[in-house]
């Protein structure tokens, strides 16, 4: 039995669709493991997509969020060999490593930084050299501090 009922509703969470404009989605296959909201990139493999390992990748867009995989252990992710759905174009609620306004530049990690920077996320600082700049996406909202939501508009096509 229910016994607490929330009284608002989150506002989003990552990997999820932002708003109903024009948008582009396309299906990849999983190189790994990869999680919702994660920046991906074209791996060796044709048709595969992954986090970025190194800098001087091929953005392929954000792994959007979807009802439909199972969680393992809690953790709900695409797991490797599972299709895909990666947005090209349109706007995504991602984490935002750190505290960012609108208008900052946007830059995908590709190497680990501190507790919570890990590859796939993004930022709005190259953190010496550890995230490229993604200059087809720009960041739609504000936030105040790290690991919050922020939306992200992309643009590939």
Known sequence: MQTTVRESMLPAFEGLVADQRPHDIITRRAAANLKFGYGVVQTAAIGDVNVPAATGFVFEGVTLHTHNVEPVAG???YYEKDPVPVLRKGVIWVL???AISVGDPVYLRHTAGGAGQVPGRF???ADTAKADQITQARWLSETTGTDQLAMLEINLV
């Open 96 to 98: 935002a490593e750190v």
């Open 123 to 125: 930022r709005n600082t």
């Open 75 to 77: 953790v709900r992710q």
